[in-house]
Each structure stands twice: as C-alpha cells, then as structure tokens.
C-alpha cells in the first residue's frame, strides 16, 4: 500500500520469530540506510533524499521472555519509538533515526506460542483491532477478483456471483470445523481464498472454451488441494469431500453431476503444454516411465507407483509451479516426502539444493543460504530447496527462514564485500536480461524478484503433534506462507501394491501360480515397511 499511495516510501517487512533479536533490526536498518554525520550527531536515515522507510514488523509478539521478564527486541523498539534512537554498541555513540517509521502486527496474545507486548511499549503506539473479514466482506472482495477473472471467459461470466458463494461457504465451514484445538496446522485465514483465487485464474488462461461444468471441476480442484490435503484423518477428508459436492450442486444445480465432480479430480501440463484435466491411467503410464529413468539416472532404486504416489506428485508439482511455492510436507521418516520432491523437481527441470550435515555443520554462518540465494537471483537458476526439520540447528536458521519465505529475501545476510559480489553479479545477470539498472537499491529489488520467481522450499516434518505445536507456535511463517500436504503413513492398500509389485516377478518353482488380486490379511500385519525406498 506504501508503494502504490505513498510513492516516497519503501516498506520494507520482516517477521518476527520465538528467537527475533534485536540484531534484526539493525541489520535491516544497516542495510536499507546510511549513516551521516550531522552538526546534532550521527544520524541513521534512507539513503535517498526525502524518502521514508517504514519497517513492517509482522508477528510483533513471539519473541521470547527472557529470565527477567523482557523481550529485548521490543525495549529495543520501545527505546526507538520513544526516544528517536539508540546507542550504537560498537562505540556507544547515540544514533538519531530520521524518516524511518515503525509499524507492527500481532496475533492476540491468547493464541499459542504469542506474549503479551508490556504497557510501557504500548503507551506509544496507536493500537487498532483488526479482525478477519466477514462473510459479506468475503464476497465483495473476490466477487470483484472472480468477476475479473471470469472476463476471459465471457460466457461464463454470468457465474462469478455463484462461484463466489460457493468459495466463501467452503471456507466458512472449514474454518468452523477444523480448528488449532485439533491440530496445530488446522490454521485459515483469507490467504486460502485469495490462493484459490490464484489457482482457478491460472486453470482459466488454457481455457478458451469452456462448458459451466469444467469450471466447477477447477473450483473443485483447487477447493480439494487447499482444503483437503492438510487434514490427517480420512473422515476429515471425506467430510471437505461432501461438502465440495454439496455446495457445487447447491450454488450450480443445473451442472451434470459427473462431468463437474467425478473422482478423481486430476490437472496438470505434463501431457501438454497447458495446465488441463487429465485422465488418470493415461497420467500413469506417462508417470511411470519418468519414473524409471528417473531412479536409473538419480537413485539407482525402483519406485513403485500407486494411486497415493500419483496424487502427492501432482500436489507437490501445482506448487512449483507458483511463484513463492513453497511446500510444507508432514509424514513419517521414509514416506517418500523427499524422494518425491526430487523427482518433481527433476522432471520440471529445477535444481535440487540439500543441505548436507556434518559432524562439524554449524548454522552460524548460513552459507548454504547464500549459496541457494546467489543461484536462484544471480544465475536465474530453478532451485529447490529441501530442507529437514532435523536440519535445524539452531533457532537463528529457522528466523531466516521465516523472513525468506515471507519476503523472499533475508536482511543482514550478505554484508560488507559478501554484498559488494553480490551486487556485481546482479549487474551481470540483469544485464543478460536486457536491463541497465545502475543503483544498489534497483539491483537488489531485481534480486529480490528473482528469489521469489526461481526459489522453492519444500520444507519436511514429522508428524509429532508435539513437534507441529511446537513450530505452529514459534514460526508461524512456516505454516501461513507454505501450502501444507499431509503424507502421514502409506494406507494398506499401498503397501499391498509395492509388495505385489516386488513379488510378482519371482521366479517360482510353480509356473502355473499367479499373485491375487485381492488383499491378504497378512500385509496389515507389515507396517513396518516403506513403499518408497529412499530416505526422506
């Protein structure tokens, strides 16, 4: 909004973690402004005359207490706000900020894992209570988005008012049934709408001709991914099923039932150039034979292809194909969450970056980070980067993180000659784009764009209720900015497939014998296994 209304203002956001310091922030300020002595003193202000900065401090509340009570990084804002400054600690020197403003957001202080702010910090600030917006809000603002959207499409125009409804009731009730209380990830916010939106946009531009029936198939399509793949239990998931369909034959009575909603519900481009509906055998077949030359060129170990395996891959894909798809994956160790990624990754031709930890690894220095940085702005390189939880070794790490997926860029992360390089190689890469942009300011926002369009995160958990509660509370960028796939553990059914599938193919004594069809009692005795063979 600062940038469109206020045109002398740069906004510039960072999100607060359980771990923010106020190291953060002088960072951020080191590096959006300069400092210049003054007849008054050393002052701090932007770089460019007349130009405010505006430091958007977004999860104000997490960070921790400390053994006397204080969250540091707040007295530290509390001492800006109040007195216009602050000592520098390097020379004690008192700095003046001039055209440099703070504004915060917070979750109340009730929800997990937040603190309440001290009233010494409060008396300077304006609070104002904002609250999600309601059902009728809800339909004003992605009405306008849908009625938009739908101007590609004219015939179909006369639905944006249905379509609406029929997004706002899905989230309403999902929003209702499914809270933290159950799981910590059961988290919405209009953020879903708003992806849905997104989603059913980016089906659309494929679409020249389209019947009212393969529109409510996108509407479901992208329902079912936003609503549906996060959920753990299958009677949570056949509930979002139900009422997808309820709501589709509500809103659209005159559609054909199967046309609109018949399961399974597939779209990708990998059998053409456009992001279309495809049949789930033919998807297979292409599926499988990627898959072969995929474990002969990277793993050297057979996969086995199911239905639960199609539908992750598909999932995993959607989301490399949006610009700051970033992937929240939970399920147990050896599910395939990283084998999987890798494979979409391979197949869409990205970069796979991995962390690699050693006996002396230390997340200190984050020259992982800026290696992947440098690749994906730099380069222009397609990278994904997967990354562990037990990667995590330190709480620094994780807050870098929270601000890269919110920003896409992390502030403080290259200093000194580390940004000098930095800047050369934007030059470079802009350069071979076709762009003369001579300022730090210019290059570093062409690198910043660059990091959102080439980087994917998949980020992979196990599925600890403790763990998930955990991070929900401390990193919630985590979970508000990734898309969450809920792997769990492979079904019966799956592990039957991958046995079948290895043992059909012995050579038997008894030519005459053929595998049934059916599935013995025994495979539900042998959990212990994996469908995929590769760590994840």
Same mark, same amino acid.
């Given at each position: ?7 002398? /203002? ?390 870098? /993180? ?58 992979? /958990? ?75």
């Amino acid at each position: 909004i600062g940038r469109a209304v206020l045109p002398d /203002m740069e906004v510039v956001g960072l999100n607060f973690s359980s771990a923010t310091t106020q190291d953060l922030l002088l960072k951020t300020l080191d590096h959006y402004c300069e400092y210049r002595r003054t007849p008054r003193g050393m002052v701090l202000a932007p770089a460019q005359i007349g130009k405010w900065l505006v430091l958007f401090c977004d999860e104000i509340n997490l960070p921790d207490v400390d053994k006397c009570g204080t969250q540091r990084v707040i007295s530290f804002l509390r001492q800006i706000v109040q007195d216009g400054g602050f000592y520098r600690a390097s020379d004690q020197t008192w700095i003046a900020l001039e055209r440099i403003q703070i504004v915060g957001a917070c979750n109340p202080p009730t929800d997990p894992g937040r603190k309440p702010l001290s009233h010494r910090f409060l008396r300077h600030v304006p609070v104002v209570y904002v609250d999600y917006p309601g059902p009728l809000s809800l339909k004003q603002i992605y009405g306008t988005f849908n009625r938009a959207m739908l101007k590609r499409v004219p015939h179909l125009r006369q639905f944006a008012e249905p379509l609406t409804d029929a997004m706002v009731d899905v989230y309403a009730r999902s929003q209702q049934r499914f809270t933290q209380d159950m799981q910590p990830h059961y988290i919405y916010s209009p953020r879903e709408m708003t992806r849905w939106v997104r989603g059913i946009s980016e089906a659309l531009q494929a679409q020249d001709s389209l019947a009212v029936e393969g529109l409510v198939r996108i509407w479901a399509h992208e329902g079912l991914r936003l609503f549906q793949d996060r959920l753990v239990h299958d009677e949570e998931r056949v509930w979002t099923s139900q009422q997808i369909d309820s709501t589709a034959m509500t809103l659209f009575p005159t559609i054909d039932r199967d046309a609109a909603l018949k399961r399974p519900i597939l779209f990708s481009n990998w059998l053409s150039r456009e992001y279309v509906p495809v049949g789930q055998e033919e998807l297979r077949e292409y599926v499988k034979a990627r898959l072969k030359v995929f474990y002969e060129e990277e793993l050297d170990v057979p996969l086995v292809l199911f239905n639960e395996v199609l539908d992750h891959v598909l999932r995993i894909d959607r989301i490399f194909r949006q610009p700051q798809g970033h992937l929240l994956l939970i399920g147990v160790s050896g599910a395939g969450k990283t084998t999987l990624s890798r494979f979409v990754a391979w197949i869409n031709g990205l970069k796979v970056y991995q962390i690699k930890v050693h006996n002396k690894y230390s997340g200190a220095d984050f020259d992982d980070l800026r290696t992947v940085l440098r690749r994906a702005g730099c380069r222009g390189e397609k990278i994904c980067f997967i990354m562990d939880e037990s990667n995590v070794l330190d709480s620094g790490f994780l807050e870098r /993180m929270n601000t890269l997926l919110a920003n896409g860029e992390v502030p403080g992360l290259f200093e000194g000659d580390e940004y000098t390089t930095l800047m050369t190689q934007c030059k470079e890469g802009s350069q071979r784009d076709g762009l003369m942009l001579d300022s730090a300011d210019e290059l570093y926002k062409w690198f910043t764009n660059q990091v959102i369009r080439n980087l994917h995160v998949v980020f992979t /958990m196990n599925p600890s209720s403790e763990g998930l509660k955990d991070r929900a509370a401390t990193s919630p960028a985590l979970f508000n900015r990734c898309v969450l796939n809920w792997f769990g553990d492979w079904s019966t059914h799956a592990f039957f497939h991958v046995g079948r599938e290895f043992t059909q193919k012995l050579d038997l004594e008894n030519s005459l014998w053929h595998p049934p069809d059916f599935r013995p009692s025994c495979t539900r005795s042998c959990r212990s296994r994996r469908p995929i063979a590769s760590s994840s």
